[in-house]
Protein backbone atom coordinates (compact mmCIF):
# COMPACT_ATOMS: atom_id res chain seq x y z
CA UNK A 1 0.00 0.00 0.00
CA UNK A 2 1.41 3.62 -0.19
CA UNK A 3 0.71 7.19 1.70
CA UNK A 4 -1.56 9.85 -0.12
CA UNK A 5 -3.01 12.79 1.37
CA UNK A 6 -6.26 11.04 3.15
CA UNK A 7 -4.09 7.91 4.34
CA UNK A 8 -3.52 4.76 3.23
CA UNK A 9 -4.89 3.93 -0.14
CA UNK A 10 -4.98 0.69 -2.65
CA UNK A 11 -1.47 0.64 -5.00
CA UNK A 12 -2.32 -2.93 -7.00
CA UNK A 13 -5.08 -4.02 -8.12
CA UNK A 14 -6.42 -7.56 -10.04
CA UNK A 15 -9.91 -6.72 -11.36
CA UNK A 16 -11.60 -10.48 -12.71
CA UNK A 17 -14.17 -9.60 -15.01
CA UNK A 18 -12.53 -6.51 -15.82
CA UNK A 19 -14.94 -5.86 -18.91
CA UNK A 20 -17.79 -6.23 -17.28
CA UNK A 21 -20.34 -3.07 -15.81
CA UNK A 22 -19.08 -2.28 -12.31
CA UNK A 23 -16.38 -3.91 -12.24
CA UNK A 24 -15.14 -1.63 -15.78
CA UNK A 25 -16.34 1.55 -13.57
CA UNK A 26 -14.31 0.34 -11.11
CA UNK A 27 -11.32 0.02 -12.78
CA UNK A 28 -11.72 3.54 -14.58
CA UNK A 29 -12.00 4.98 -10.88
CA UNK A 30 -9.18 2.97 -9.98
CA UNK A 31 -6.94 4.41 -13.18
CA UNK A 32 -7.97 7.77 -12.18
CA UNK A 33 -6.55 7.61 -9.01
CA UNK A 34 -3.38 6.67 -10.62
CA UNK A 35 -3.45 3.01 -8.87
CA UNK A 36 -2.15 -0.03 -11.07
CA UNK A 37 -4.68 -2.51 -12.96
CA UNK A 38 -3.99 -5.90 -13.86
CA UNK A 39 -7.37 -6.42 -15.66
CA UNK A 40 -8.83 -10.22 -16.52
CA UNK A 41 -11.50 -10.97 -19.51
CA UNK A 42 -13.59 -13.87 -18.51
CA UNK A 43 -14.59 -15.97 -20.81
CA UNK A 44 -18.37 -15.31 -20.45
CA UNK A 45 -18.28 -11.39 -21.96
CA UNK A 46 -19.96 -12.28 -25.18
CA UNK A 47 -20.46 -9.24 -26.63
CA UNK A 48 -16.95 -8.31 -28.68
CA UNK A 49 -17.81 -5.07 -29.86
CA UNK A 50 -18.80 -3.38 -26.26
CA UNK A 51 -15.04 -4.85 -24.85
CA UNK A 52 -13.30 -3.37 -27.62
CA UNK A 53 -14.97 0.01 -26.85
CA UNK A 54 -14.06 -0.69 -23.20
CA UNK A 55 -10.15 -1.15 -23.93
CA UNK A 56 -10.34 1.97 -26.46
CA UNK A 57 -11.19 3.80 -22.96
CA UNK A 58 -8.75 2.08 -20.96
CA UNK A 59 -6.02 0.54 -22.88
CA UNK A 60 -3.47 3.56 -23.33
CA UNK A 61 -3.62 3.91 -19.65
CA UNK A 62 -0.50 3.26 -18.41
CA UNK A 63 -1.09 1.69 -15.29
CA UNK A 64 -3.37 -0.86 -17.04
CA UNK A 65 -2.71 -4.32 -18.16
CA UNK A 66 -4.47 -6.96 -19.71
CA UNK A 67 -3.73 -10.28 -18.54
CA UNK A 68 -4.67 -13.98 -19.21
CA UNK A 69 -6.37 -16.19 -16.19
CA UNK A 70 -2.93 -18.38 -16.32
CA UNK A 71 -0.58 -15.01 -15.43
CA UNK A 72 -2.46 -14.48 -12.25
CA UNK A 73 -1.32 -18.44 -11.48
CA UNK A 74 1.57 -17.44 -10.16
CA UNK A 75 1.41 -15.65 -6.29
CA UNK A 76 0.02 -11.99 -6.00
CA UNK A 77 2.76 -9.35 -5.59
CA UNK A 78 3.28 -7.19 -2.61
CA UNK A 79 0.37 -5.21 -1.61
CA UNK A 80 -1.81 -6.51 -4.16
CA UNK A 81 -5.84 -7.20 -3.65
CA UNK A 82 -8.35 -8.78 -6.05
CA UNK A 83 -11.60 -7.82 -7.30
CA UNK A 84 -14.30 -10.07 -8.51
CA UNK A 85 -17.98 -9.05 -9.24
CA UNK A 86 -20.24 -12.36 -8.96
CA UNK A 87 -23.29 -8.58 -9.00
CA UNK A 88 -22.03 -8.86 -12.89
CA UNK A 89 -22.12 -12.99 -13.75
CA UNK A 90 -25.00 -13.10 -12.05
CA UNK A 91 -26.89 -10.00 -13.48
CA UNK A 92 -25.66 -11.24 -17.03
CA UNK A 93 -26.81 -14.57 -16.59
CA UNK A 94 -23.42 -16.47 -16.29
CA UNK A 95 -23.20 -17.31 -12.77
CA UNK A 96 -22.56 -20.98 -13.76
CA UNK A 97 -18.92 -19.89 -14.50
CA UNK A 98 -18.30 -19.77 -10.59
CA UNK A 99 -19.28 -23.85 -11.19
CA UNK A 100 -16.59 -24.59 -14.00
CA UNK A 101 -13.45 -22.55 -13.05
CA UNK A 102 -11.82 -24.14 -10.13
CA UNK A 103 -8.60 -21.95 -11.02
CA UNK A 104 -10.60 -18.89 -10.34
CA UNK A 105 -11.53 -19.94 -6.57
CA UNK A 106 -7.96 -20.97 -6.20
CA UNK A 107 -6.32 -17.69 -7.40
CA UNK A 108 -8.53 -16.22 -4.44
CA UNK A 109 -8.43 -18.28 -1.50
CA UNK A 110 -4.60 -19.54 -1.99
CA UNK A 111 -2.51 -16.54 -2.70
CA UNK A 112 -1.91 -13.67 0.06
CA UNK A 113 -3.91 -10.69 -1.20
CA UNK A 114 -3.79 -8.04 0.45
CA UNK A 115 -7.40 -7.06 0.05
CA UNK A 116 -9.99 -9.50 -1.40
CA UNK A 117 -13.19 -8.05 -2.99
CA UNK A 118 -16.62 -9.40 -4.05
CA UNK A 119 -19.30 -7.59 -4.93
CA UNK A 120 -22.51 -9.69 -4.58
CA UNK A 121 -26.24 -9.20 -5.99
CA UNK A 122 -28.42 -7.99 -2.46
CA UNK A 123 -31.13 -10.36 -2.94
CA UNK A 124 -28.58 -13.17 -1.45
CA UNK A 125 -29.80 -11.38 1.70
CA UNK A 126 -33.70 -12.62 1.11
CA UNK A 127 -35.21 -15.32 -0.95
CA UNK A 128 -35.56 -12.63 -3.28
CA UNK A 129 -32.83 -14.80 -6.06
CA UNK A 130 -32.99 -17.70 -8.77
CA UNK A 131 -32.76 -20.74 -6.41
CA UNK A 132 -30.20 -22.44 -8.56
CA UNK A 133 -28.50 -18.95 -8.93
CA UNK A 134 -28.18 -18.78 -5.15
CA UNK A 135 -26.71 -22.51 -4.58
CA UNK A 136 -24.41 -22.02 -7.48
CA UNK A 137 -22.94 -18.33 -5.83
CA UNK A 138 -23.26 -19.50 -1.98
CA UNK A 139 -21.23 -22.72 -3.15
CA UNK A 140 -18.38 -20.36 -4.81
CA UNK A 141 -18.42 -18.08 -1.43
CA UNK A 142 -17.90 -21.01 0.43
CA UNK A 143 -15.33 -22.88 -1.09
CA UNK A 144 -13.04 -19.58 -1.97
CA UNK A 145 -13.37 -17.13 1.18
CA UNK A 146 -14.38 -19.25 4.23
CA UNK A 147 -11.52 -18.93 5.69
CA UNK A 148 -10.06 -15.66 4.88
CA UNK A 149 -10.83 -12.97 7.33
CA UNK A 150 -9.35 -10.35 4.96
CA UNK A 151 -12.43 -10.36 3.01
CA UNK A 152 -15.15 -7.57 1.41
CA UNK A 153 -18.38 -8.90 0.43
CA UNK A 154 -20.30 -6.18 -0.68
CA UNK A 155 -24.05 -6.47 -1.42
CA UNK A 156 -25.48 -3.82 -4.09
CA UNK A 157 -28.78 -3.38 -5.21
CA UNK A 158 -29.78 -2.28 -8.90
CA UNK A 159 -26.86 -0.07 -10.25
CA UNK A 160 -27.61 1.72 -13.15
CA UNK A 161 -25.38 4.28 -15.55
CA UNK A 162 -23.43 3.89 -18.54
CA UNK A 163 -22.54 0.06 -20.12
CA UNK A 164 -25.19 -0.85 -17.96
CA UNK A 165 -26.23 -4.47 -19.55
CA UNK A 166 -29.50 -4.70 -21.35
CA UNK A 167 -30.24 -7.46 -18.58
CA UNK A 168 -31.17 -4.45 -16.48
CA UNK A 169 -34.60 -3.44 -17.19
CA UNK A 170 -33.50 0.45 -17.15
CA UNK A 171 -31.17 -0.33 -20.18
CA UNK A 172 -33.74 -2.82 -21.92
CA UNK A 173 -36.44 -0.07 -22.04
CA UNK A 174 -33.79 2.40 -23.08
CA UNK A 175 -32.76 0.47 -26.00
CA UNK A 176 -36.11 -1.18 -26.78
CA UNK A 177 -37.79 2.49 -27.18
CA UNK A 178 -33.99 2.54 -29.77
CA UNK A 179 -35.28 -0.74 -31.65
CA UNK A 180 -31.97 -1.90 -30.31
CA UNK A 181 -33.30 -3.83 -27.71
CA UNK A 182 -33.12 -7.84 -27.20
CA UNK A 183 -35.91 -10.01 -25.63
CA UNK A 184 -35.91 -9.48 -22.29
CA UNK A 185 -34.77 -12.34 -20.42
CA UNK A 186 -36.89 -12.03 -17.17
CA UNK A 187 -36.14 -9.96 -13.71
CA UNK A 188 -32.98 -10.52 -12.12
CA UNK A 189 -32.31 -6.97 -10.55
CA UNK A 190 -33.72 -5.81 -7.60
CA UNK A 191 -36.24 -3.47 -7.25
CA UNK A 192 -36.46 -1.67 -3.96
CA UNK A 193 -33.28 0.46 -4.27
CA UNK A 194 -30.81 1.85 -6.94
CA UNK A 195 -27.75 3.07 -7.24
CA UNK A 196 -25.74 5.30 -9.40
CA UNK A 197 -22.54 3.36 -10.95
CA UNK A 198 -20.09 6.42 -10.03
CA UNK A 199 -21.12 6.87 -6.79
CA UNK A 200 -21.21 3.32 -5.90
CA UNK A 201 -17.59 2.55 -7.22
CA UNK A 202 -16.42 5.99 -4.67
CA UNK A 203 -18.17 4.05 -2.14
CA UNK A 204 -16.62 0.13 -3.02
CA UNK A 205 -13.45 2.41 -3.13
CA UNK A 206 -13.81 4.10 0.28
CA UNK A 207 -14.87 0.95 2.26
CA UNK A 208 -12.07 -0.70 1.27
CA UNK A 209 -9.50 2.09 1.94
CA UNK A 210 -10.80 2.32 5.50
CA UNK A 211 -8.99 -1.18 5.87
CA UNK A 212 -11.92 -2.70 7.85
CA UNK A 213 -12.91 -6.32 6.33
CA UNK A 214 -16.33 -7.82 6.41
CA UNK A 215 -20.13 -8.10 5.02
CA UNK A 216 -21.47 -4.37 3.33
CA UNK A 217 -24.92 -3.57 2.17
CA UNK A 218 -24.76 -0.63 -0.10
CA UNK A 219 -28.18 1.54 -0.27
CA UNK A 220 -28.95 4.88 -1.37
CA UNK A 221 -31.21 5.70 1.88
CA UNK A 222 -34.04 6.35 0.25
CA UNK A 223 -37.53 3.93 0.21
CA UNK A 224 -38.56 4.37 -3.50
CA UNK A 225 -35.19 5.40 -5.53
CA UNK A 226 -36.10 1.60 -8.01
CA UNK A 227 -39.40 3.39 -8.28
CA UNK A 228 -38.62 6.72 -9.10
CA UNK A 229 -35.72 5.46 -12.03
CA UNK A 230 -38.55 3.44 -13.32
CA UNK A 231 -41.09 6.33 -13.58
CA UNK A 232 -38.54 8.64 -14.99
CA UNK A 233 -38.12 5.80 -18.02
CA UNK A 234 -42.02 5.63 -18.17
CA UNK A 235 -41.51 1.50 -17.52
CA UNK A 236 -44.56 0.13 -16.50
CA UNK A 237 -43.95 -1.60 -12.75
CA UNK A 238 -46.81 -3.77 -12.76
CA UNK A 239 -45.72 -7.54 -12.01
CA UNK A 240 -42.61 -6.50 -11.29
CA UNK A 241 -41.96 -7.69 -8.13
CA UNK A 242 -38.19 -8.31 -6.45
CA UNK A 243 -38.01 -6.31 -3.57
CA UNK A 244 -36.01 -6.42 -0.21
CA UNK A 245 -38.10 -5.34 2.90
CA UNK A 246 -35.94 -4.91 6.21
CA UNK A 247 -32.32 -6.60 6.41
CA UNK A 248 -31.75 -7.14 10.42
CA UNK A 249 -28.37 -9.45 10.60
CA UNK A 250 -25.92 -8.39 13.29
CA UNK A 251 -22.72 -8.83 10.79
CA UNK A 252 -23.74 -6.64 8.41
CA UNK A 253 -22.77 -3.15 8.05
CA UNK A 254 -25.57 -0.97 6.13
CA UNK A 255 -23.25 1.52 4.13
CA UNK A 256 -25.26 4.62 2.64
CA UNK A 257 -24.18 5.45 -1.06
CA UNK A 258 -24.16 9.45 -1.04
CA UNK A 259 -25.54 10.46 -4.37
CA UNK A 260 -23.74 12.97 -6.69
CA UNK A 261 -26.16 13.69 -9.11
CA UNK A 262 -29.95 14.25 -9.19
CA UNK A 263 -30.79 10.51 -10.84
CA UNK A 264 -32.67 12.30 -13.70
CA UNK A 265 -29.17 13.59 -14.93
CA UNK A 266 -27.77 9.85 -13.74
CA UNK A 267 -30.27 7.95 -16.21
CA UNK A 268 -29.78 11.01 -19.18
CA UNK A 269 -25.72 9.96 -19.24
CA UNK A 270 -27.00 6.63 -19.51
CA UNK A 271 -29.62 7.46 -22.17
CA UNK A 272 -26.99 9.23 -24.14
CA UNK A 273 -24.12 6.55 -23.33
CA UNK A 274 -26.80 4.16 -25.19
CA UNK A 275 -27.27 6.38 -28.11
CA UNK A 276 -23.80 7.23 -28.95
CA UNK A 277 -22.30 3.73 -29.09
CA UNK A 278 -25.43 2.68 -31.24
CA UNK A 279 -25.52 5.29 -33.24
CA UNK A 280 -24.12 3.69 -36.17
CA UNK A 281 -26.10 0.28 -35.86
Same mark, same amino acid.
Not at 57 to 69: C, D, L, P, Q, T
Given at each position: ?6 G ?7 I??? %?????? &? ?17 E????E ?11 ? $? ?6 S ?9 ? $? ?6 V ?5 ? &? ?5 L?? &?????I ?15 Q??? $??I ?9 ? %? ?6 K ?18 ET ?13 G ?6 R ?6 L?V ?11 E ?25 ? $?? &?????R?? =??? =? ?8 P ?15 A??L????
Amino acid at each position: MKLGEEGIVMDKVVIVGV %FDFVNF &HVCKALLDQGIEVRGVQLETQENEDMVIEKRLEIGR $NANFAEVSMGELSNPASE $NEAIVLSVYDLYMN &HKEDYLLND &HLLSKIISRYNWENIVILVPSQLLK $NVIDLKAKVVIED %FLKRTISKNKDCYLLYLPTVFGPWQPETFMFQSTILTEMNRGKPFKGLREETSDALFVEDTVKSIIEIIENKEPGRYLLQSGKSNQWDLCAALLQI $NE &HGLNNRIL =EIK =EEDLTKKIVPSTVPISVALTRQIEHAHRLNADK
